[in-house]
């Protein structure tokens, strides 16, 4: 199954076994943002834990219980984003599950907390909670490993890792620096996960590879902001027109949320300065020697 993965259309509604007691099913939220939509996962055959039911959508939320036919233990997601959080609740107390998140937020307020290192158990996978904060403060990966057999290591990515794309970054929620850092923690995994199960996307095969890319593009991005400050002091909206030009207003819009995400970064390393770092039209400069 997971060597064909890639080739296989990502339908809405359609569950698609991507490993052995792992199922895929779409949500009907396709975006420039979402791709093709958000992966609500189902793991377990006999105990089942639901991740990401996606949004608050009558039809996908009655697909997921029907696959279930009642055998939903926990339904937990990895950040609290609205294509990923929504339906959580309402699926949580149709099924009678346990809703699990990292904290409250407006519009999630789960029935417990799960954190760094927290374990939920299914009959054939345990998953093990790292908090990766940087897409957003309150994100999570689950880290699956086989409770019964020789599976393969999974590592359920939210939007920390997707397929075919890079993440979005945005200031204040979202962090650039801890995104590094939760980048290499993932890529640091000992023993390495064999697949990376995205929120958006295909079922990953290459983990290490797509890792270590995001890292080299997010660097290679950051040293092009860096050296455009060195003609001297610009704002976001500044540097805009230098790297998303090309993209419609909206997608340029997110473009330098991720401008000032990097550029904080390099603030937190003593690489630029500026007189208020959570005002992105502040001016940005490196400074003088």
């Not at 949500?27 to 105990?47: H, K, Q, R, V």
């Not at 054939?124 to 999570?140: E, K, N, Q, V, Y």
């Not at 939007?159 to 590094?180: A, K, N, R, W």
Request: hydrophobic residues 40%.
């Amino acid at each position: 199954m997971a060597n064909q993965e890639e080739h296989l259309p990502l339908v809405a509604g359609e569950p698609v076994e991507v490993l052995a007691g792992i199922w895929r099913l779409l949500a009907p939220n396709p975006s420039m943002m979402t791709g093709p939509g958000t992966n609500t996962y189902l793991i377990g055959t006999e105990d089942l834990i639901v991740i990401d039911p996606g949004p608050d959508d009558e039809v996908h939320l009655a697909r997921i219980a029907e696959l279930a036919q009642g055998r939903i233990r926990y339904v937990v997601i990895t950040h609290s984003h609205r294509d990923h959080a929504p339906g959580a609740a309402p699926l949580a107390r149709a099924v009678g599950a346990t809703l699990l998140g990292f904290d409250d937020r407006p519009g999630f307020v789960p029935d417990g907390r799960v954190g760094e290192g927290d374990v939920l158990v299914t009959d054939r996978w345990r998953l093990t909670a790292m908090h990766t904060p940087g897409h957003s403060s309150d994100h999570l990966c689950f880290v699956a490993d086989a409770a019964t057999d020789g599976s393969p290591r999974v590592v359920f990515s939210g939007d920390h890792i997707m397929e075919g794309s890079t993440v979005v970054i945005g200031p204040l929620d979202g962090d650039m620096t801890q995104y590094f850092d939760s980048l290499h923690r993932l890529r640091d995994l000992a023993p390495p996960c064999e697949f990376i199960a995205p929120g958006h996307g295909h079922l990953i095969a290459n983990p290490q590879e797509v890792i270590d890319f995001y890292l080299k593009l997010r660097l290679e991005r950051e040293e092009s902001i860096f050296e455009a400050l060195l003609s001297g002091p610009k704002r976001v909206s500044e540097l805009i027109p230098l790297f998303y030009d090309h993209l419609p207003e909206r997608l340029q819009r997110h473009g330098g949320r991720s401008i000032w995400a990097h550029l904080r970064k390099l603030n937190d390393e003593g690489r630029v300065v500026t007189p208020d770092r959570d005002e992105p039209e502040s001016l940005w400069a490196v400074p003088r020697s």
